[in-house]
């Protein structure tokens, strides 16, 4: 994923659907999409999850009822989430999400593949 830079699309609103799991994001560039809380827990920028080099990535499994509880911004270049299952060590920049936004379908793909060979499946 890309490094913060001074020209990236920002953020201009966030908001939260609890009751259906999902993050709306709209972009200052008109991108604007809905990011699911499993997909956002699955794909946080933690070192718990992404471990500390390539290949130390942990697969995430069991996160499809996980939801936001918490939205912190953090300066004027991330927000930090605070998910239900305690996990809140990520730290979402503007350039991460937007990364996330715009290549939501095969990160979604890539997912579903690393748990199909991991041998899980998920609920619903």
């Known amino acids: 994923m890309s490094e913060n830079t001074q020209n990236a699309p920002r953020p201009i609103d ?8 999902l993050l709306e994001i709209k972009f200052d560039n008109n991108t604007e999409c809905m990011l699911s809380c499993e997909f ?8 718990e999850v992404r471990g500390h080099g390539h290949g130390q990535e942990v697969l995430q499994i069991g996160k499809e009822d996980v939801n936001i509880s918490a939205i912190h911004p953090v300066g004027n270049y991330a927000i930090k989430l605070v998910f239900s299952d305690g996990h809140d060590t990520g730290l979402y920049s503007w350039d991460y999400l937007y990364d996330l936004a715009r290549n939501y379908e095969s990160l979604w793909i890539e997912y579903l593949g690393k748990l199909s060979a991991a041998g899980h499946t998920r609920k619903n």
């Open 14 to 21: 966030i908001k939260l659907h609890q009751a259906s799991r």
């Open 40 to 47: 956002l827990r699955v794909y946080s920028p933690s070192a």
